[in-house]
C-alpha cells in the first residue's frame, strides 16, 4: 500500500519524542506490522530543533506549521503545538483537509471538543487523543473500548504529575509548599509559571475529557469545580498524616444515580490504605469503578518526553490500522460530544466526608459550642485532633465529619478537604 | 446496516454474565453506539441453563454447540466452552466458515495458538481474546495497542485469583496451604480440582499469550518452566516477611538481551515496598516495563463472572466496529503467531536473587561450612536468619542472596524462590 504521510508540528520536549521513536521503531512499524507510515514533514518556528531532534534529512522542514496543511503527502498530522487558540486553528484546518489528527493537547479538547470532532465526523476523519490523557497510561482506549459495556459509576484520579510530585515531597520531607513547587521548578517538574497544574486546571481539562468519555456526552469544562494544592499547608499534611490520611490532588467523577455527575477537583484526604496513597511522585493513577468489571487501576507516568512520546505513537499506529484496513471512522465520535449535554450535580449538593481545619478561641466553652451547633445540623464528627495553640488567641483543631455531610465551595480561611476512606 | 448476530456457546458462569450484559447494555450498544450487536443462538448440553441465565424467548437454542457453526445469522462466535479439544474444533470451525470467534480460551490459545490464528488470518475473519487474560484488565489491548512503539523490556503478573486469594490467606491469617484452599473451594474461589490453579498451569497459559504479544512470535506452553504454590509453606511466607517481602506467584517474562526470553512462573519474595506485595486476594496485576514508556501497572479483578464478561463484551463491541467499518482484520494477526519462534533462555541460565530455606546439622561449624561453600562459588548473602531448632537434628536456616546468583530448577526438598527487590 502507499505511504501513510505524517506530519508533526512542535518540536518540543514530547514532539523530539516522537521523532527518535518513528526513527527507531519505524522499522518494526513498516516491516513488523506492514504499516508504511513514515514522517515527511516536521514543522516548528524555532530552527535549531530540527537538527536538535536529529531530523532525517530527508525530512521537509518548514517554520510555518500551514505548510504541513498544504502538503498532499501528509494524511496524518500531530498537533503538539499546545494552547487552544492557534492549535485549535490549526487542528481544524487539517480536520477540513481530510487529514487525521493525533494531538496531545487536553486543554483544547477539554475546551472546543465538540467543534473539532464534529469537524472530524462531517470530514470523514478521526482525531486520536490518547496522549492528551495520563501519557503512557491507556485511559482513553480503557474508557471507550475496554470499559464500553460498563456503567462508569466512579472515577478517581491523580493525573498532574506536577501537584503530586510537591504533595509528595511536602509529606515525604514537611517541606513548605512553596520550598517543594521551587524544587520541583528546579527539576523540570513544574514550569516557571506553574499555574495550570498547580491550581489544577491540568487536572480540570483531563477530567472533562474522561467525563465526555465515561458518560457519553459534553461536559463543559468552564463549569468544573476546581481548587488547586496551593492552599495545602504542611501543617494539613501532617494533621492528616496522624489521621491516617494522605492529602492527594483528585479528580473525582461520581454519578449521582439522577443522570447528574459529581465532578470536581479537589485535594482530597486519601485513607493510608487506599490504593491511590501509594501513587507518589510523578507518577498518575486513575482507579475505574464499573458495573460489571468492578475496580481496574491504571498506573504509569502520566507526562514526560518518551512517555507522552509513546501514547502517541500509540495513536499514529492505530490511526495507521483504520486508514490502512479501510476504516478512517472506525471509533464514532458523535457519542462521546454531541448526543447530550452532561449536567453537573451543584456542589452544595455534592456530601461527602469533609476535613475541617480552624482556629478556635481559646476559652472554656469554645470547642463545646462548634460541637453543639455541629450536632444541630446533624453532622457527625468522626476524627477530632485539638492541638496546642500555636498563636497567642487561637487553637488549632482540625475535624474530620462522618460521610454524607455537603461543605459549601465558598471558603473561609480555614482549611477543608473532602476525603476518600480505605478502599479494598 | 443489518444486524451483527452472535452465536454463544457455553451458558456457564461468563457465558451467563454476557447474556446478562448484553440484555441490559444492548439499547446502549444499538442507539448510543450505532452497532446493531443482537444474540441470535445460545447453545449449551444443559438445557436448565436457558431459562437459568434469563435467555430472551427471541433467542435460538441448541443442545449441540455446531448449530451455531451452521446458523447463517451468526457473524460472531463466543466461545466459552472451555478446554481444548471440542473448543479447538469448535473455534477452527467456526473460523473456516467465516465467522469472527470471540473467546476467554487462555489454554487453547495458548495451546494452539498458531493454528487458530493461521485459520482466522486465511479465512479473513478475526479472533478476540481479551477475556483470555486478566478478566476485565486490559491487558491485551494494552499489549498489542497502547505499548506497540516499546520494547517490552520485562513483565510481571500476578495473574491467578486462586494462587493469590490462597497465599494471601496464609500471610494474614498464618493458614497452612492446605486450609487456606480448602477454605478457596468453599468460597467458590478455587475448584474442585485446582490443579490448573495451584499448579501454576493457568499463570503459564496466560504468560505463553502474553509473551508472544509483547515480544512478536509464538512461545510454547510446553517449554515455559513453572512451579506452582503447593510447596509453599506458612514458615516460607512468615521467614519473608521477617525479611520484609510478601509471597506471591508471578509470571516473569524478561528480555535477556540477546534475544532470547526469561519466562518462568515461580512463587517469588515481593519486597513489600514493591507495588505488587499490595495486590491481594483474588485481585490480579501487570506490571510492565517499556523502553519508552517506562514502568505501567494495570489492576483489577482477573477472573469471575461479571468482569470476565465485561472483556467478553468490550470485544464483542470491538469486533462490531470492526465490521461496521468494514476492516474485520484491523489488526493483523500474523506478526503475534508465525513470524518466528521465541527463544527461551533456559532456566539454569537465569541469574536472580534466590530465597532459600535448609535445615542446617545442629553442631559446631555447619554454619561456617555452608557459608564458606558459598563464598566459594562467589554467591553473596543479602539477609540471613538462623531459628531455633524446631527438630532435634536440624535447625531451620533462611538466606537470601545477593542479585546474580543461578539456582538449578532441580529442586530438594528445601525450599527456593526469586525475589524481586524494591521498586518505585
Not at 484520579?157 to 521548578?185: H, S, W
Amino acid at each position: 500500500m502507499t505511504d501513510i504521510g505524517i506530519g508533526i508540528a512542535g518540536l518540543g520536549t514530547v514532539g523530539g519524542g516522537v521523532v527518535k521513536l518513528l526513527r527507531d521503531k519505524g522499522t518494526f512499524f513498516q516491516d513488523g506490522l506492514q504499516l508504511p507510515v513514515r514522517l515527511v514533514r516536521a514543522a516548528d518556528t524555532n530552527p535549531a530543533r530540527f537538527s536538535n531532534v536529529g531530523l532525517d534529512p530527508s525530512v521537509a522542514r518548514s517554520a510555518d506549521a500551514k505548510d504541513i496543511l498544504d502538503d498532499p503527502s501528509v494524511s496524518v498530522v500531530v498537533e503538539l503545538i499546545g494552547g487552544t487558540s492557534y492549535a485549535r486553528e490549526f487542528v481544524l484546518g487539517a480536520l477540513c483537509r481530510g487529514k487525521h489528527v493525533v494531538t496531545a493537547n487536553k486543554a483544547l479538547l477539554a475546551e472546543h471538543g465538540p467543534e473539532i470532532f464534529g469537524a472530524a465526523t462531517s470530514n470523514g476523519v478521526s482525531v486520536y487523543f490518547e496522549a492528551a490523557v495520563g501519557g503512557g497510561m491507556p485511559v482513553i482506549k480503557t474508557l471507550r473500548e475496554a470499559m464500553i459495556a460498563n456503567d462508569i459509576l466512579s472515577l478517581r484520579t491523580i493525573i498532574n504529575g506536577t501537584c503530586n510530585y510537591i504533595l509528595t515531597r511536602m509529606a515525604e520531607e514537611k517541606l513548605p509548599f512553596d520550598v517543594a513547587l521551587a524544587e520541583a521548578q528546579e527539576r523540570g517538574y513544574a514550569e516557571a509559571d506553574p499555574t495550570l497544574d498547580i491550581g489544577g486546571f491540568d487536572t480540570g481539562h483531563k477530567l472533562a475529557i474522561m467525563a465526555s468519555l465515561a458518560h457519553g456526552g459534553y461536559l463543559c469544562y468552564r463549569d468544573i469545580p476546581i481548587e488547586g494544592i496551593s492552599r495545602v499547608t504542611k501543617e494539613d499534611i501532617e494533621y492528616a498524616r496522624e489521621l491516617g490520611y494522605t492529602v492527594k490532588l483528585l479528580g473525582i467523577i461520581k454519578a449521582a444515580g439522577d443522570g447528574r455527575l459529581d465532578v470536581r477537583v479537589q485535594p482530597t484526604m486519601v485513607h493510608a490504605d487506599h490504593i491511590l496513597a501509594s501513587v507518589g511522585g510523578v507518577f498518575n493513577a486513575v482507579l475505574l469503578e464499573g458495573d460489571a468489571v468492578g475496580s481496574i487501576l491504571l498506573y504509569g507516568r502520566g507526562a514526560g518526553e518518551t512517555p507522552t512520546a509513546s501514547a502517541v505513537c500509540a495513536d499514529l499506529i492505530d490511526c495507521a490500522r483504520d486508514i490502512a484496513s479501510g476504516a478512517p471512522q472506525r471509533i464514532a465520535m458523535g457519542f462521546y460530544s454531541h448526543s447530550r449535554t452532561i449536567e453537573f450535580l451543584p456542589l452544595d449538593n455534592v456530601r461527602s466526608r469533609y476535613y475541617l481545619r480552624f482556629g478556635l478561641a481559646d476559652r472554656p466553652g469554645a470547642l463545646a459550642g462548634v460541637t453543639r451547633s455541629f450536632a444541630d445540623h446533624r453532622i457527625s464528627i468522626a476524627a477530632m485532633v485539638q492541638k496546642e495553640h500555636t498563636s497567642p488567641d487561637a487553637v488549632p483543631v482540625i475535624m474530620l465529619c462522618a460521610k454524607g455531610m455537603s461543605v459549601p465551595h465558598s471558603r473561609t480561611s480555614s482549611s477543608s478537604m473532602s476525603s476518600e476512606p480505605r478502599h479494598r
